[in-house]
Each structure stands twice: as C-alpha cells, then as structure tokens.
C-alpha cells in the first residue's frame, strides 16, 4: 500500500511530511485543520445525519462496542470524509482513510485490515470505484471480521481464515447505485448526506472568517452561500479567494461588493454558474432553440465526454431548474431562459 492514500489520525488530520518553508512579507499560510469542527456537536447542517450518529456513538460507547459498518452517500464537498474523522474523535479511536481508486487487488485490503486494532475505524472514500474483487474480500471480514485467503488455486485450492479484530467499515460513496447488492446489505446503517441550505452555509462562512479573524459583512457571507452549490467545501474555497482578493485590494474587511468582485473573476454568476454551464444553456437556446439535444451532440460543443458533461457541468442546472433531461435530450426550462437572458 502506497504511503499517500493512507494515513492514521486519532481524530485529527495527520501532520505534515515534510516543514513547511517561512514566507517573507506575505500572508500567513491558514492551516485547514483551523476550519474542522471540534466534535459533532459543532457541526452545522446535515441534522438528520448529526442526529444518527449521536445516537450511535453514545450506545456504542455504552456498550464499549465498535460502531456498526456505515455507509455514507452524497454529491462531494459534503463534509462525509470530515463526518468520519469526527466519528473517530468521538469514539476516540484510530481511523484510517483509503481512496478507493489506489485499491486494485485483495491482497492491498489485507495488508490493511491486518493492521486494525480493535474498535478501529476503516474510511473507504469513493466506493464505487472498487472492483468487484476487492469488495467481495471485504464481506467475510465485515460479517465475521476474519479473512479467507485461498492459498492455491484451481482443484487444489483451500482457504486460509486469517482473524481481525473488530472494526467499523465506513464507506463513502456519490454513487450508491453502482455498488452490489450484496455488499449495500452488510452496512447496518445508509446515511444520506444532504445539500446545505443557504443559511448553514452562511454559518459555516462566518464561522470560519471569525477563526481567520478575518471582517466580513454579513451580505458577503451571504453572496458566498448562495453560490456554492449547497456544498461547504465550495463556499470555503470562495471565502480563501475573496480573502486573497481583499489582501491585494489592501481594503480593511470583505465587503459584499469586494465578494462579487473577486467571485466575478473566478467567472461566477449571480448564482454560481461558471463559463462552460453558461455556455451550456447558450448552445441549448440559441442553436437547437431550447432542445431536445442529445448529451452526445451537447458535449461536443463544449469539447468534453458525455460524462464529464453528466457530472460535472449538468447537476448544477438540473439542481438550479435550469435544465431537464429528457429521453430526447437536454432542453432549457423557462427558468434557464430567463437567467441566461437576464
């Protein structure tokens, strides 16, 4: 197992490699971790999901039980990989955290799961990208937390069950659908990850601009929540740049003004669209005369992969009203009509 996708931390992030070089005259680098919760009870948003784990965390540990396998489902920048790790502090065990897309046999699992100490936590990010090897290896160490390894193949073949000690899987995945049936039975719990309403966001924002003692109206957090798709990790994206944007003007606090500019040079509208979405709904409007156009045919104008178009561009416009698919293609709604327009 490569050294850079996996990493220990007993509810914090783990400490960096390698020194960070000083910097003369400029900023202060902000370490991300400034930005994490303490604890579940700090979380803002996702009530539903706050609420499940609470519960679980305090039966568990009065029971002085691992926590049940987990799944957790969503679009990303949801906060599921921060909602582990606070899981872990909670719980005040280990947690180790695995992209799926670095696992590409059995044998890298084992090496993992071998190494769990008791009541652990294993975070699988990105699920559906596991082939089907891989997951089926994790159901006899899900069910029985044990392994069975064939030690020779064909007629000749027997298994080896190698035992581990109790774990908690917690799988994260933007895909739920693309994951076998078999294995979605082996979580006790789907928790469901939701987008952030403007307001949550808005919390978010402040919260942190008070821990960068950065000044910030009101209205500037605002013009920040509303254009971050309901996602947290976007809105804190913008809130570093419109901070960088608010050093070099050299003006005293982040205004909303000062937000819509720096927003406006990262190419966003007033609700968040980016150049190539626009250009989307242009292409819709203007050359097919609002639709239908096939996904094939739209992702050709625009120079990309009918699935880069399916999950990059077209879920903001669908969320937005902007767009409906249909069995005949894409066609712009009167509302994406009148916003293109606008």
């Not at 202060?28 to 971790?33: A, K, L």
């Not at 500019?261 to 409007?285: F, H, P, Q, V, Y």
């Amino acid at each position: 197992m490569s050294h850079t996708c996996l990493f220990s931390c007993r509810g914090e992030d783990p400490p960096s490699q390698k020194k960070k070089k000083k910097l003369k005259k400029a900023e202060p680098i902000i370490p991300s971790p400034v930005l994490l919760p303490s604890g579940l009870r700090d979380i803002r948003g996702q009530r539903r999901v706050v609420q499940q784990l609470n519960m679980l965390c305090s039966a568990c540990l009065k029971e002085y039980k691992p926590l049940p396998h987990l799944l957790f489902c969503g679009p990303p920048g949801l906060g599921k990989t921060t909602f582990a790790r606070l899981l872990a502090y909670e719980m005040k065990t280990t947690i180790e955290v695995i992209s799926c897309s670095f696992i590409h046999s059995p044998s890298h699992l084992v090496s993992v799961l071998s190494h769990l100490k008791t009541g652990d936590i294993l975070f699988l990010d990105e699920m559906h990208a596991m082939n089907r090897s891989c997951s089926e290896s994790l159901y006899h160490a899900m069910d029985h937390f044990a392994l069975e390894i064939l030690l020779e193949k064909g007629k000749t073949s027997r298994p080896l069950v190698v035992p581990l000690n109790p774990f908690t899987l917690i799988g994260a995945t933007t895909h739920p659908g693309r994951l076998c049936k078999p294995f979605l039975s082996r979580f006790e719990a789907v928790l469901v990850f939701e987008d952030y309403t403007v307001e949550e966001l808005m919390e978010i924002v402040l919260s942190a601009s008070e821990k960068w003692d950065l000044k910030m109206e009101q209205d500037a957090a605002e013009a920040i929540a509303i254009r971050s798709r309901g996602t947290p990790r976007l809105a804190l994206h913008f809130l570093k740049w419109s901070r960088r944007f608010l050093l070099s003007s050299r003006r005293e606090f982040l205004s909303e003004q000062c937000v819509l500019e720096a927003l406006e040079l990262l190419g966003l509208d007033a609700k968040g669209l980016n150049s190539i979405e626009r250009k989307i709904l242009e292409i819709i409007l203007n050359l097919y005369e609002g639709g239908p156009v096939g996904a094939q045919v739209l992702a050709s104008h625009i120079g990309e992969s009918v699935e880069t178009l399916e999950e990059v561009y077209e879920p903001h416009l669908l969320r937005e009203g902007f767009l409906i698919r249909s069995s005949r293609g894409r066609c712009i709604t009167k509302k994406g009509k009148a916003h293109f327009q606008g």
